[in-house]
Every structure is written in structure tokens, then in C-alpha cells.
């Protein structure tokens, strides 16, 4: 690792007119994936600016009509929020499976979001939810919706002047839920090899609306818009449920690499759809 | 603007195991490094170096982290706890003579990240369960014990409290 110079402004409007007048330097929040970035010579950096004293990147704030947690939160911090806890109960299941909890002690919301690497987990659940994201810059603020903001494996919209400064997540309708399916190698401190997050807005078991929305399966998360479609104004049964799982599994373009093949992944998100959507309307059957 | 470095190094305050340091480092030393080469402070130990395994898990602000994934100058103003900050005159903390008791002792190399994770889940909860030691122990890898001893004696200290 090489020397840098390092900044660490306690104001936002500081953070942006660094970013302006250092093209390429990075951002550090929580570090764990920069470090390792850093290590393994994925990126490089001469300047780093320090998130750490920013008080407005660490807040969790109740809205009208949503939620905003600040970028810098910690996982951590995310699972210990009595907002987080009232309306978004399955953030607290994402965090779970998400990491080691020395690693949530320090990763940020924020972070995993920006770093958009392909099995991230939050980037799944939070497209589910229609989560936006707010990016700050010295020239202004701008909203991007959490399906837009990755673009690819490790590479999103954010300019590089620009700081993402809170996710907003809409709050859901009184019968609406979510679920986040993860399948990993084992149960402690592992990425996904894939995974499933379902929304859900229901009247008794049938459906009003539906999302489905699948990770580690493409570059970044996959919006599958028919199976999520064919749930539509119908009852969930079991077969309604595989036939979307179908459609789902249609949807995935997974790779083969060194945590599974093409093959494997594709039929996880068959089982991990129905997985899903089974427990959120309480069918315990066996999947077939 | 609080703090800028120069290209090489930062003027770095913080509180070590109770006692106030302050040392010029380089800015993207580890506090892993800052920790074992700098005060000579090595039960913090490092095997995997990237946030996998917990051998190098401090308190940082009473919180555990990786001290692998963190740049030193960012701990600047913070209080950090090592194994080496645990017992008092000589005395082992109820957790530490637990490990004894208990012979969760094998090799020893992960057992100081081991022993911190166990001392904030103790601090954390009144009481916990075999489940919830075992939750909050997935971030410290031991390749010895078969972790059946290390969850006994953290039980055994949540026990003895009640």
C-alpha cells in the first residue's frame, strides 16, 4: 500500500469542494472494502478524503413518506435504529447474513451501495424497497433510483465529484413486506453465491403488487420485471409461485466462478424465489 | 477544514488500553501495524490480514473491528482496548480465567481476538445463549478448538452473573 495524503473535512460543502478539485482522489468510509481494494492493487490513491467527521452522513431520519438513512451509517448502527426496526424489519435480516460483526462495526450503508461489487446484498433488498439515493456535488444534489445507480461490477453513476449522501426508502403500504434470500457457503462472514429479494403488497394472498429483484446472478442486481408481473392481481399459490420462480430463473445471467457455475446459480434463484415468496404468504410445502 | 496529513505522514492522539499516545505516522499504516510495530503492543495478531478471520480484533470505542481494515490516522481522538488493556494488576478479568478454566486454549493464535469479541457480547447482554455467542463469534475464526471450549467459557461467565 502507498502513501497518500489525507483529508478528513467536518463539513460536507468541504467533502465536495475536495472532490472538485481532486480528480480521483477516494472516498474512505468504513475502509473494509477500501483497504483490501488498496492491498490487492484494485485501485490506487493519492488523495483520501474521510467521511468520519461528517455529522449529516451518519443520521437515521423519519419523513412524510419515507425513511432517509444517512450513507455513513454502519451496519451496526442500521440494526440497532428503532426507525429501522418499526418500518424496515428486513434490513435487520440482510444484516444478519451481510457480514462479520467487526466488519458491520464499521461498513457503511453507503459503502456497500458504492462499491456495487456483483454479490454486494443491500443494493438487492434496497431496489426491492425502490430505494433513491441522494449525490451530493459542489455544483448541487441529485436523486438517482437505487436500479439506475450501478452500472456494472464495481462501476455506478456516481460522478467522481460526487459524494452519495443518504438513501431514501420509501415506507411501505400497511399490508406490503419484503424478504431478502441469501445462499451462501457458510453461515458466518460469507458473500452470497445468490440471492433473492422479494416486495410484496398483498390483500390476504393475493397479490397488489410485486417485485422481484435478484443478486450475484448478473454484474449488478436484476430487476425481474416478468416474474414479478405474473404475480400480479392473482392468488399466490404454489404453482402461481413456480411459474414465477420460472421466469425468474429466466432472468438471471449468472457466470460461473470461483463460489459456483452459470448452472448451479440459476437454479438457486429458482428455489430462493419460492423460498421467498413462500414464507412471506405461509406456505411450508416442500419445493419441487 | 479539521485535518489535513502531509503526503507522508499525520500527527496521530488516541487513547491505547487507558493510556493517552501520540505518535507521527505514516498516513496509510494499518492500526493493526500501529498496534504491533509502532507501541509493541503484538497480541493483537494478524493471519488473514483482510477481514476474514478476527485474530486482529480490537475495541474501538468499545466496538470490535478488524484492526487490518483500518488506516490508523482514522482512530485519531478514539479509545482503543487491545488484550493487553484487559486485566488489571496482574488480575484476569472473569472471561480471561474462564479460557483457563475451560481449556479454550489451543494454539492460542486467535484466542486475543476471541477474548474481546467475548468481552463485548458480556458487556452488550444481561445474559446469553450457546446461539447468541456463537452468532456474535462468526467474525473470529479458530482452526484448533472446534470453538466448543471458547463458547463454554463465555456461557460460563454469563452464567456466574446471574
Same mark, same amino acid.
Given at each position: 500500500m502507498a502513501e497518500f495524503t489525507y483529508h478528513r473535512p467536518a463539513r460536507l460543502t468541504e467533502a465536495g469542494d475536495?472532490?472538485?478539485?481532486?480528480?480521483? %482522489?477516494?472516498?474512505?468510509?468504513?475502509?473494509?472494502?477500501?483497504?483490501?481494494?488498496? *492491498?490487492?492493487?484494485?485501485?490506487?490513491?493519492?488523495?483520501?478524503? /474521510?467521511?468520519?467527521?461528517?455529522?449529516?452522513?451518519? /443520521?437515521?431520519?423519519?419523513?412524510?413518506?419515507?425513511?432517509?438513512?444517512?450513507?455513513?451509517?454502519?451496519?451496526?448502527?442500521?440494526?440497532?435504529?428503532?426507525?429501522?426496526h418499526k418500518y424496515?424489519?428486513?434490513?435487520? /435480516?440482510?444484516?444478519?447474513?451481510?457480514?462479520?460483526?467487526?466488519?458491520?462495526h464499521r461498513a457503511t450503508l453507503g459503502g456497500n451501495i458504492c462499491s456495487a461489487v456483483a454479490c454486494g *446484498?443491500?443494493?438487492?433488498?434496497?431496489?426491492?424497497?425502490?430505494?433513491?439515493v441522494t449525490l451530493y456535488s459542489a455544483e448541487g444534489t441529485r436523486s438517482v433510483p437505487m436500479r439506475e445507480f450501478p452500472l456494472a461490477n464495481?462501476?455506478?453513476?456516481?460522478? *467522481?465529484?460526487?459524494i452519495l449522501t443518504e438513501i431514501i426508502i420509501p415506507k411501505k403500504p400497511p399490508a406490503a413486506l419484503a424478504r431478502y434470500e441469501k445462499f451462501r457457503r457458510r453461515a458466518a462472514g460469507s458473500l452470497a453465491v445468490a440471492s433473492v429479494a422479494?416486495?410484496? *403488497?398483498?390483500?390476504?394472498?393475493?397479490?397488489?403488487?410485486?417485485r422481484i429483484v435478484l443478486g450475484a446472478v448478473a454484474p449488478s442486481p436484476v430487476n425481474a420485471v416478468e416474474a414479478a408481473a405474473l404475480l400480479q392481481q392473482k392468488d399466490l399459490t404454489p404453482e402461481v409461485i413456480r411459474q414465477a420462480a420460472d421466469l425468474a430463473r429466466k432472468a438471471a445471467r449468472p457466470i460461473t466462478d470461483v463460489r459456483a457455475t452459470a448452472e448451479y446459480r440459476r437454479?438457486?434463484?429458482?428455489?430462493?424465489?419460492?423460498? %421467498?415468496?413462500?414464507?412471506?404468504?405461509?406456505?411450508?410445502?416442500?419445493?419441487? | 477544514m479539521l485535518s489535513v496529513s502531509n503526503t507522508d505522514y499525520f500527527d496521530l492522539e488516541l487513547t491505547v488500553n487507558g493510556t493517552p499516545v501520540r505518535r507521527r505516522i505514516p498516513t496509510h499504516l494499518r492500526l493493526l501495524d500501529f498496534l504491533r510495530e509502532e507501541l509493541g503492543l503484538t497480541g493483537t495478531k494478524e493471519v488473514c490480514g483482510e477481514g476474514e478471520c478476527g485474530a486482529c480484533t480490537v475495541l474501538l470505542d468499545g466496538l470490535t473491528v478488524d484492526a487490518c481494515l483500518i488506516f490508523a490516522v482514522e482512530t485519531h481522538g478514539m479509545e482503543i482496548t487491545t488484550i493487553e488493556g484487559l486485566s488489571r494488576n496482574g488480575n484476569l478479568t472473569p472471561l480471561q480465567q474462564a479460557f483457563i478454566d475451560h481449556h479454550s486454549v489451543q494454539c492460542g493464535f486467535c484466542i486475543p481476538g476471541m477474548i474481546l469479541s467475548g468481552e463485548q457480547m458480556l458487556r452488550d447482554h444481561e445474559q446469553l445463549t450457546r446461539e447468541e455467542i456463537?452468532?456474535?463469534l462468526s467474525g473470529n475464526i479458530c482452526r484448533c478448538t472446534g470453538y466448543q471450549k471458547i463458547v463454554d467459557a463465555i456461557e460460563s461467565v454469563s452464567r456466574d452473573r446471574r
Open positions: 475536495l472532490m472538485a478539485t481532486l480528480p480521483g %482522489a477516494r472516498l474512505l468510509a468504513g475502509g473494509t472494502d477500501l483497504l483490501n481494494d488498496l *492491498d490487492a492493487g484494485l485501485v490506487s490513491a493519492q488523495h483520501v478524503i /474521510s467521511l468520519r467527521d461528517i455529522p449529516e452522513l451518519g /443520521s437515521i431520519t423519519e419523513r412524510a413518506d419515507s425513511i432517509a438513512v444517512g450513507a455513513g451509517c454502519t451496519i451496526a448502527a442500521i440494526e440497532a435504529s428503532p426507525v429501522i424496515f424489519p428486513e434490513l435487520l /435480516s440482510v444484516g444478519l447474513v451481510f457480514a462479520t460483526p467487526q466488519v458491520k *446484498d443491500f443494493p438487492v433488498i434496497l431496489t426491492a424497497l425502490q430505494a433513491e464495481r462501476k455506478t453513476c456516481r460522478r *467522481d465529484s460526487e422479494v416486495y410484496l *403488497d398483498l390483500d390476504g394472498t393475493r397479490c397488489r403488487q410485486a437454479e438457486l434463484i429458482f428455489v430462493l424465489t419460492q423460498r %421467498a415468496l413462500r414464507a412471506m404468504v405461509g406456505y411450508h410445502g416442500e419445493i419441487r | 456463537r452468532q456474535d
